[in-house]
C-alpha cells in the first residue's frame, strides 16, 4: 500500500476489516455459539476462526459496517464488544480505543493522507507490514482471553456498541442502526469495580488504538 494512496477511509476500511475478524474471535473465545459453529481460516498470516451461520456472518457484517459509517464521520471514541447475560446485564466489554484516529473532514475522507517526518520526507500514514503485524499480534492476544477470563453463564448475548466523542451528536438514520444502551458507556468510563485486561496498543503509523478487556459482576 503506497502512501499516496492512502486515504482515511483506507485506514478505517482496515480498522473494520479487522474488527470483523476480532468479533468473530471473541464469539468462540467466549463460547457464545457452539465451537462446532465455527470454521478455520487465517488472516493476517494467523489462524482464525469465523462463525459459519449466514445470518450471523450477516449481523456482525452490518453491524461492523454501521460502525464504520460513524468512524467516517469522526464522531467515535470508542467501539465496544459487549457481552450480555440471558437478564440482559452487561458482564464483559471488549473495547477499542479509536479516539487517535486522524481527525478528518467528511468531504476529505477519500484524499490521500500525507505525514513529514522530522526531516521533511514523507512517512508511511499506514504502513502494512507493520500494521498487519500488530494486527496479528492483537488476535494471538484475543485468540488465548479465554484461558485468562471467567467462565460466562449459559445463554449470553453479545451486540456491538459505540461511545461517541464529547461533542458528537446521535446517529440518526432510517431505520435506525443505532439505540441508546443505558449504563454500557458511563460504565466503561470508569472502570471502579471492574477488572481490567490490556490486550494491545497497536501504532502503525496513523492507524493507532488500544484494546482491552472489562470484566464486571452482573449480578
Not at 478528518?104 to 504502513?127: F, K, M, N, Y
Not at 496498543?201 to 488504538?209: L, R
Amino acid at each position: 500500500m503506497s502512501n499516496e494512496l492512502t486515504t482515511f477511509r483506507t485506514l478505517v476500511t482496515a480498522f473494520t476489516d479487522f474488527l470483523i475478524v476480532a468479533i468473530h474471535t471473541i464469539l468462540y473465545e467466549r463460547n457464545i455459539y457452539p465451537r462446532t459453529a465455527f470454521l478455520s481460516a487465517r488472516k493476517y498470516n494467523f489462524a482464525v476462526r469465523q462463525n459459519r451461520h449466514p445470518k450471523v456472518c450477516e449481523w456482525i457484517n452490518d453491524a461492523v459496517g454501521s460502525v464504520e459509517t460513524e468512524l467516517l464521520k469522526g464522531t467515535v471514541d470508542r467501539v465496544a464488544v459487549v457481552i450480555y447475560t440471558k437478564d440482559n446485564k452487561p458482564t464483559e466489554r471488549f473495547m477499542f480505543d479509536v479516539s487517535r484516529f486522524p481527525s478528518v473532514p467528511t468531504a476529505d475522507v477519500d484524499t490521500p493522507l500525507q505525514r513529514s517526518g522530522t526531516d521533511g520526507e514523507p512517512l508511511a500514514v499506514l504502513p502494512t507490514v507493520d500494521m498487519e503485524e500488530q494486527f496479528r499480534a492483537t488476535m494471538g492476544k484475543l485468540s488465548s482471553c479465554g484461558s485468562n477470563l471467567k467462565p460466562l453463564p449459559e445463554g449470553c448475548t453479545f451486540t456491538v456498541a459505540i461511545e461517541l466523542k464529547g461533542d458528537g451528536q446521535p446517529p440518526i438514520g432510517h431505520p435506525q442502526a443505532w439505540m441508546p444502551v443505558q449504563g454500557v458507556a458511563n460504565e466503561s468510563k470508569s472502570r471502579q469495580d471492574k477488572t481490567a485486561t490490556p490486550l494491545r496498543a497497536v501504532a502503525a503509523g496513523d492507524m493507532v488504538f488500544e484494546s482491552w478487556i472489562e470484566e464486571s459482576d452482573p449480578g
